[in-house]
């Protein structure tokens, strides 16, 4: 951001994504003048294609203030999303912060697979564990209008969070939030879908994250503190319980975990891959017993 002295200038939207550009660009930000864009249409409140219609438009002192602090957290590598509070996910909005992950795009290829699974049934009762910002199951249920949910989480902050996004968009009727540890209980109940987008990062693989990551997103969202597949044996194990006889559990995988996800999975029914856009198995479809739904 322009240094105070400079305040007293009347900046133009134009200027500032011109500064914002070259500000970005030194300190080796990712899409810097996208970056800048989208702060500046954040504390404007106007669309993208606004912004390029206003070009000419004065910014006000306290809107120069508020993206200097916008801008000093950003050059911190602070992600993006976190600045604003909003992160995009199936061409939904959520409510995001420290407290949860940002929603990731390779996620969607999960959603993708429930509304397929979802799609024509009457009723589907569904459990999502780790729900962190609710973005699994208000994506479903905002495409399977049949469907609810109990989305747990071991956080009563990530919980929270996930209530104010439940609201956000109208689903409190059929998402219901309970504050529960996957490892240390069993979610009472019976389930035709369970999701679970676990902490999955090996510890040895943290110190490796890009900061954006490492440094602002809630640790034990994103590790075992272990080998990544704490949460894959767990859910092994208690599936049986849980799943109904032709239901389907629907995994988020780390980059490397599926031949290890495969084995545990294969032990007790069937389990199938999707890849992500990068050929890397991202999503892992499961069915108990003889199952042969997948």
Request: charged share 25%; glycine share 6%; net charge negative.
């Amino acid at each position: 951001m322009p240094h105070r002295q400079h305040l007293e200038r009347v900046w133009t939207v134009l200027d500032l994504i011109r500064w914002g550009t070259e500000y970005f660009t030194s300190k080796e930000v990712d899409s810097p003048r996208l970056t800048i864009e989208l702060l500046l249409c954040d504390i404007l409140k106007i669309s993208r294609i606004k912004l390029y219609s206003e070009f000419d438009r004065p910014v006000l002192p306290e809107e120069l203030a508020t993206l200097r602090s916008y801008v000093t957290r950003r050059a911190h590598h602070e992600p993006l999303q976190y600045i604003t509070g909003t992160a995009w996910f199936y061409s939904l909005a959520f409510n995001v912060g420290p407290d949860v992950l940002i929603p990731r795009p390779e996620t969607e290829f999960l959603i993708e697979e429930a509304i397929r699974f979802g799609r024509g049934r009457e009723e589907l009762h569904c459990l999502d564990i780790g729900t962190g910002s609710g973005c699994i199951p208000i994506a479903i249920a905002t495409h399977l209008p049949h469907s609810r949910w109990t989305a747990t989480d071991v956080s009563g902050k990530a919980l929270d969070v996930a209530d104010s996004n439940i609201r956000r968009h109208g689903l409190a009727s059929r998402i219901q939030t309970k504050r529960s540890d996957i490892l240390s209980e069993i979610p009472e109940g019976s389930f035709d879908l369970i999701t679970m987008n676990p902490p999955y990062i090996p510890a040895s693989e943290v110190p490796t994250l890009d900061p954006e990551v490492r440094d602002f997103e809630p640790h034990r969202a994103l590790t075992d503190d272990a080998d990544g597949l704490t949460f894959y044996r767990r859910l092994a194990e208690v599936a049986p319980t849980m799943l109904q006889p032709q239901g389907l559990l629907l995994m988020e995988l780390g980059w490397a975990s599926a031949p290890d996800v495969q084995e545990l999975f294969e032990a007790i029914g069937a389990i199938r891959f999707v890849d992500d856009l990068q050929g890397i198995p991202r999503i892992a479809c499961c069915t108990l017993g003889g199952v042969t739904t997948l």
